[in-house]
């Protein structure tokens, strides 16, 4: 089971944005809507951002989008603020025989 | 609101189980659609899903793990088990158990507990 390819390091400063990308196959992302993307503080669990490609969990601050063009995903995150410095992970369904798989998550720096 | 918390050793010992609990409270594990899964994070790597196990009770597993893993439930109790053997140093990490639906979409996280493989 191959992870899901992010970028390791993505930065910006307060206000800007920034889009992390997440590369699967046909397989996973590509092929079906099933995309998530998680925040990831240290040492405090993981927090859904948006399922479901671009649906956002109620909570979730507009500034957190999804979206999808082929085999890859984004995550773009506008008006940066220094809390969103975190870790960020995507995830895919991959089939009956490799129902999640994750990417291997993308560190974001607010400068 | 639902809530997961992960239980067990701490400390495993090399080539023996690591066995470890999700006890979940303010939900039923029977609750049809949901999805009751085991998700690591070694230090300093990423997220690692282990498998899941359906309210039906069917079981999903990582295939790189398969050979290693049983997922079980106790419904009386409301709590699913994660049982991986022959353990090494590269198991060492943070468990989490947590909750997901149909969209594979986890919602509902515990915080994690930490697994030491080591003799």
């Known amino acids: 089971q191959s992870a899901l390819t992010q970028p390791p390091s993505a930065s910006g400063s307060p206000g800007q944005s920034v889009t992390i990308s997440c590369t699967g196959t046909?397989?996973?992302?590509?092929?079906?809507?099933?995309v998530s993307w998680y925040q990831h503080h240290p040492d405090k669990a993981p927090k859904l951002l948006v399922y479901?490609?671009?649906r956002r969990p109620s909570g979730v601050p507009d500034r957190f989008s999804g979206s999808k063009s082929g085999n890859t995903a984004s995550l773009t995150v506008s008006g940066l603020q220094a809390e969103d410095e975190a870790d960020y992970y995507c995830?895919?369904?991959?089939?009956?025989?490799?129902?999640?798989?994750f990417g291997g998550g993308t560190k974001l720096t607010v400068l | 609101q639902l809530q997961l918390q992960e239980s067990g050793p701490g400390l495993v010992k090399p080539s023996e189980t690591l066995s470890l609990t999700c006890t979940v409270s303010?939900?039923?594990?029977?609750?049809?659609?949901?999805?009751w899964n085991w998700i690591r994070q070694p230090p300093g790597k990423g997220l690692e899903w282990i498998g899941s196990?359906?309210?039906?009770?069917?079981?999903y597993y990582n295939p790189s793990l398969k050979s290693r893993v049983t997922i079980f439930a106790d419904r009386s109790k409301n709590q699913f088990s994660l049982n991986l053997g022959s353990v090494t140093a590269a198991d060492t990490a943070v468990y989490y158990c947590?909750?997901?639906?149909?969209?594979?979409?986890?919602?509902?996280w515990g915080q994690g507990t930490l697994v030491t493989v080591s003799s």
């Open positions: 947590a909750r997901s639906g149909d969209d594979s979409d986890i919602d509902y």
């Open positions: 196990i359906y309210y039906s009770g069917t079981t």
């Open positions: 995830s895919a369904y991959g089939g009956i025989n490799n129902p999640l798989i």
């Open positions: 479901g490609v671009r």
């Open positions: 046909s397989g996973d992302v590509g092929g079906y809507d099933y």
């Open positions: 303010g939900g039923s594990i029977r609750n049809r659609g949901d999805y």
